[in-house]
Structures are given as structure tokens and as C-alpha cells.
């Protein structure tokens, strides 16, 4: 089957780095997207990696090892409006996407 | 600003009722999913549409049925509600055959079903 693991909840103050692991099993691979959903709202795409490796993108990277399957989206310099779920999402090899659970993120003063 | 527009925002229907999403998708877009999202869960795919054609479905039933139109637009048709049928339902526009298949979300249609 297919499968993606990711925490169900992170804490961390602002101003400060977290670092959100997904890994996942997947029939093939066609790319990872990390997505964040405030409550109540619709996801909003942050990245996509195709190719092994860091893409940076201002506060925001994500990392990708194919070998490993594994991801994990870097956030620095932390803000309270940062407080979301983090959705980690596969594209399988029939370009559907397949979903983590989430990781909700609660960030303190 | 995404550019998909879903309606309704919020319904609330009872068992055995019938129940229509619709969404307009984002100019040059061609492909349109639907997602459902429980609470606390990340989004199950249900369908895709690609020029009026499905293309690709997930492990929902037969009542979960659909249409995309020459616009590219879609509808979401359920037929004999049941309670767990309660979710946040997601429609996302792509291109299909560019880029990197980048979904863009709409704001939602939250059903509740009593």
C-alpha cells in the first residue's frame, strides 16, 4: 500500500528553526509538495522537489532524498502566523497525489 | 487569491439527501480534483477530471459521482448521504502535460450531514 508518515504535532517558539520529517512509500514517484492549511482554509503549495536535494525558498526549504524516501520542510525564523498544519503529499506514478495526515504546528511566545 | 472559486461554502443535508459541489477552475487550467478532508486528516483523493474525461479515482463509492464541463469547471454529485460523508471538500485545479502539477485550492465546501 501506500503511505506517508509524518508527526501529528510539533511545538516551537518564535523566532526559532523547526524541522518537519515526512517519509513515505509510495508507487512510484513523480515529485513531494508540502502544502500548509491554516484551519478552517484550503492548502496553500510552499515546495515541490523532484530531484534530491535542498531547495530554499526565503524562510522556507524543504529537502528531498529519493534513495531514502524521505523529506523534511526546514522553517527559520519562526512567526506566530506560522501556526498551521503542514501537509506532506506524493505524486504516485499515476500523477495522483497521496497525502500525510498533517503535522500541526503550535508556536509559542 | 487562488483563482477556484467553490460553491457552496457550507451546507448541511440529512441522511438519504442528495448533495452538488461546484467549482470553477483557474484560467488555463485543465484539470480538476476533488479531495475530501476530515476533520484532523489530511485530503483523500476522490476523482480527477481531464477534458471532460475522468482520469484517475480513489476508494470512494459509486454514489460519489462527477462532471467537468467545456470550461473546464466541475461538479461533485453525492447521492445517499451518510453521516461520515461530513467533510471539508476540496476542489484543486492543474495543468495537465506543464509544469510541475502544482494544485491550486479552492476555499472549500464544508458539508454536514445529520
Known amino acids: 500500500g501506500q503511505n506517508i508518515d509524518q508527526p501529528t504535532e510539533m511545538t516551537a517558539t518564535e523566532g526559532a528553526i523547526v524541522q518537519i520529517n515526512c517519509t513515505y512509500q509510495t508507487s512510484g514517484f513523480n515529485g513531494l509538495f508540502w502544502y500548509q492549511q491554516h484551519a478552517g482554509e484550503a492548502p496553500t503549495f510552499l515546495s515541490y522537489n523532484v530531484l534530491d536535494g535542498l531547495e530554499e525558498k526565503g524562510r522556507f526549504s524543504s529537502f528531498l532524498s529519493r534513495s531514502k524516501g524521505y523529506s523534511y520542510l526546514l522553517l527559520k525564523e519562526l512567526q506566530m502566523k506560522d501556526s498551521a498544519s503542514y501537509l506532506c503529499?506524493?505524486?504516485?506514478?499515476?500523477?495522483?497525489?497521496?497525502w500525510g495526515a498533517g503535522t500541526k504546528l503550535i508556536i509559542k511566545p | 487569491e487562488t483563482g477556484v472559486t467553490q460553491s457552496p461554502t457550507h451546507l448541511i443535508k440529512t441522511r438519504g439527501q442528495q448533495v452538488t459541489l461546484r467549482c470553477s477552475s483557474q484560467?488555463?487550467?485543465?484539470?480538476v480534483s476533488w479531495y475530501q478532508q476530515a476533520l484532523g486528516q489530511g485530503p483523500q483523493f476522490i476523482f480527477q477530471?481531464?477534458?471532460?474525461?475522468?482520469?484517475g479515482r480513489g476508494n470512494f463509492p459509486p454514489r460519489f459521482s462527477g462532471l467537468q464541463f467545456p470550461n473546464y469547471s466541475s461538479e461533485l454529485n453525492v447521492n445517499a448521504l451518510e453521516l461520515d460523508d461530513s467533510a471539508l471538500y476540496l476542489c484543486?485545479?492543474?495543468?495537465?502535460?506543464?509544469?510541475?502539477?502544482?494544485?491550486?485550492f479552492g476555499e472549500g465546501s464544508r458539508l454536514t450531514v445529520l
Open positions: 484560467s488555463g487550467h485543465n484539470t
Open positions: 484543486a485545479s492543474s495543468r495537465q502535460g506543464g509544469g510541475t502539477g502544482e494544485l491550486f
Open positions: 477530471y481531464y477534458r471532460e474525461e475522468e482520469n
Open positions: 503529499a506524493v505524486m504516485d506514478s499515476n500523477y495522483q497525489l497521496i
